[in-house]
């Protein structure tokens, strides 16, 4: 696909231009430079294609320290720039997903009370740690990998099945409530979905055998996990009373906040309740 052309459609789609995409002839070729410019940009950069989050996320700070902890783990991964080989890539992205999942645990350990999320977020941490200390070794092999995708197409199986994956964490992400452990069970949920999503990604598209037989674990262990935390959530359907938001969306899609700020839904501006 020309890159002038996919940026140009991106541009119109997200009405980023201030006027029509069938405004006139100057306006287009303002346009078209633009995009071209952008797509240089990305290019150069080695960003994957579609993975910027950052704007879903923005506001979502400022609701817990939860959503605070996944926002910076989505911001660096979005920073990531991408090498175009699968097997280096999943690594350094899984990297930072597994980070993530420490920073909740640690949210959890410290504000939560109930005694099985406690568990759970112990084992989360120490599993996730023991992957960190595989992975790193592993990611620094792979950094004179040879390209074998390309991370700006998005019509890239690999690029594609990765983008999939973070979108679906960011489309399912829950709505807050008032206890600690049921936010860290709905976010863990959602966030160990996307880790099964990238490593069923690396399973279909990755060559390294050994960095293939890890992601075959990480399934096996968060589909479980994630089962186990839906058993828990089915009997505590009592905690899902919601907090009195101080701020919530006019768009009236459930996207709330204690402070000003953007809705973490549909990124408008929060109004007072």
């Not at 099964?196 to 960095?211: F, P």
Request: proline content about 4%; aromatic content about 4%.
């Amino acid at each position: 696909m020309n890159k002038s052309a996919f940026f140009l459609a991106a541009l119109c789609s997200g009405t980023l231009l201030l006027g029509s995409c069938n405004a006139d002839k100057s306006a287009d070729n303002t346009a078209t430079e633009t995009s071209s410019a952008k797509a240089d940009t990305t290019a150069a950069a080695g960003d994957m294609a579609g993975m910027d989050h950052s704007k879903m996320a923005d506001g979502a700070a400022g609701t817990s320290p939860l959503m605070a902890s996944m926002n910076d783990m989505m911001a660096k991964m979005n920073a990531m720039k991408m090498k175009g080989n699968t097997d280096h890539d999943f690594a350094h992205m899984m990297l930072e997903h597994h980070k993530g999942a420490v920073a909740m645990a640690d949210i959890e350990l410290r504000d939560g009370k109930d005694a099985t999320m406690r568990q759970m977020a112990e084992k989360i941490k120490a599993d996730q740690q023991k992957e960190i200390g595989e992975l790193e070794p592993i990611a620094e092999r792979l950094d004179s990998a040879p390209t074998n995708y390309k991370p700006q197409d998005p019509a890239d199986p690999f690029t594609a099945q990765m983008k999939a994956s973070m979108d679906g964490m960011m489309k399912n992400m829950p709505q807050l409530v008032a206890d600690p452990d049921m936010n860290f069970n709905m976010m863990m949920t959602v966030h160990h979905q996307s880790a099964v999503d990238m490593a069923k990604a690396e399973l279909a598209h990755g060559k390294d055998t050994k960095l293939k037989e890890m992601a075959k674990m990480m399934i096996d262990a968060q589909q479980q996990e994630i089962q186990q935390f839906k058993d828990w959530h089915a009997k505590n359907e009592g905690k899902m009373k919601t907090t009195a938001a101080a701020y919530v969306c006019p768009m009236n899609d459930g996207g709330q906040g204690d402070a000003p700020g953007k809705c973490p839904k549909c990124g408008m501006d929060l109004k007072k309740a």
